[in-house]
């Protein structure tokens, strides 16, 4: 079943909230899984594995002894391991000073080095995990483009087009078509393709050769809306034709580009063609700060849709191992730029609006729900990356902070004073405090 199916039924707060849990409650439990199996097989038991905070909604015992339990505010989740003094973790110091030499090998705090290790960094590389197995999966269900270039599925366009599915393009308006595997050459095409209602598609149709009437290969159609866009917030859906801009017709979304570029945040009003209903839609382009190739930053304006071609390309299947390094790739991808923009947000470079707090995750939560399963799916493994990455930062009471304190620890053969432990962690939970502050603030005042 498909989530956008269910959007009638609930209220935007609830809808919003409903797909924040789900997705938080899911990553939360990958990361804490990591932790407590990593943890057993390294010998440590695990006391308590809780999914949630709180009062205790269901609980059952284990054969090992561990108690499993789902707490009643889903925000977050712990593993509650043999020797810790509560959830955050901690010294039970009177617990331990009753054990046994072989009881504190199986606590966390008086197992070995090595194993204290494996057991910490395993709450991010699980979540590195499942962001890898997700785009992996996504990759081989979309498959690869055919070549040549080959119509599947037609998308609704107002204007009539006399393409049919299975038509093998080979040229656009007496140009060869380039192969689609090469995207300077096909968008070199795309640039001297004249703006207009219809342009001449040379394709093979039934073993002969033909020219069809069709419009340009990328019309102002929205493929997808970015969550608390612009266009997310003015209504706009996927699958909408932006037929003209302030009266003016336009026949490509490069048009619809150029347009948002040069307004300078002056309100455009759109004339939106929806399944057969011609509607008008004032739109506000927001100032964003886009990451460039080179890492760095530029100031443009943005509405926030995407496009794609009028028609869905025939695809073949994508190998596994295409899938997986095309994952690697994406996971890559995601970190170096929250890393980047995170730098950028420090050094001034760009607005701290570009930091998202609790309530910008959940608002995009419910809004990629709503776009359809797959794209609630996508959002989660992007999510995951980013809790896997944030919590591999050096700050005490993450796990980056935890693998600082065992870093010492075997340079100098002995962890760190108890009063530098306490001093370290309390600065950590003040940056943590701090950033959580910082993007709920963004969250509340930037537009």
Not at 272 to 301: A, H, M, S
Request: with cysteine; charged share 15%.
């Amino acid at each position: 079943m498909d989530f956008a199916n269910l959007i009638p039924q609930f209220g935007g707060a609830l809808w919003t909230l409903l797909f924040f849990v789900v997705a938080l409650s899911i990553i939360v439990a990958v990361h804490e899984y990591g932790h407590y199996i990593v943890g057993r097989w390294s010998g440590i038991k695990a006391d308590i594995f809780s999914l949630g905070f709180g009062p205790v909604l269901w609980s059952r015992v284990d054969k090992r002894g561990t108690r499993w339990q789902i707490a009643a505010l889903p925000f977050g989740g712990y593993v509650k391991f043999s020797g810790d003094a509560n959830a955050s973790g901690g010294v039970d110091e009177d617990a331990m000073s009753h054990m046994t030499a072989e009881d504190l090998r199986h606590t966390m705090h008086g197992a070995p080095l090595w194993a204290r290790t494996a057991t910490v960094a395993a709450g991010p590389i699980f979540n590195f995990i499942m962001s890898i197995v997700i785009f992996t999966g996504i990759f081989m269900a979309r498959g690869t483009v055919t070549e040549p270039l080959t119509v599947g599925d037609l998308r609704p366009l107002p204007a009539a087009q006399q393409l049919e599915p299975g038509d093998v393009l080979l040229g656009i308006d007496g140009m060869a078509l380039p192969s689609f595997d090469n995207p300077t050459q096909f968008e070199a095409l795309l640039k001297t393709l004249p703006y207009q209602p219809l342009l001449g598609y040379t394709v093979e149709r039934d073993g002969s050769e033909t020219v069809v009437a069709g419009p340009h290969p990328y019309p102002p159609l929205v493929q997808q809306v970015v969550p608390r866009s612009a266009a997310y917030e003015a209504g706009i859906k996927a699958g909408d034709v932006i037929t003209a801009i302030d009266g003016q017709d336009i026949y490509a979304f490069d048009q619809l580009k150029v347009a948002v570029e040069a307004s300078e945040g002056r309100t455009l009003n759109l004339t939106i063609w929806r399944d057969g209903d011609t509607l008008d839609i004032p739109l506000t382009p927001r100032r964003t700060d886009e990451q460039r190739p080179d890492n760095t930053f530029e100031t443009v304006y943005r509405i926030g849709i995407a496009g794609g071609l009028f028609f869905e390309p025939q695809t073949a299947p994508q190998s596994f191992v295409a899938a997986f390094t095309g994952a690697f790739a994406q996971l890559g991808a995601i970190i170096s730029g929250s890393l980047s923009g995170l730098w950028h947000m420090v050094t001034g470079a760009i607005s701290t609006c570009n930091l998202n707090g609790p309530i910008g995750i959940a608002q995009t939560s419910g809004a990629m729900a709503s776009q359809g399963t797959s794209s609630f799916i996508w959002f989660i493994a992007v999510l995951s990356t980013a809790v896997g990455m944030l919590n591999l930062f050096p700050i005490p009471v993450l796990d980056g902070g935890h693998l600082v304190f065992y870093a010492y620890e075997a340079v100098t053969r002995r962890p760190p004073s108890d009063m530098a432990l306490r001093v370290l962690m309390s600065i950590g939970l003040t940056l943590i405090l701090g950033l959580m502050v910082l993007g709920t603030t963004s969250d509340l005042f930037c537009g």
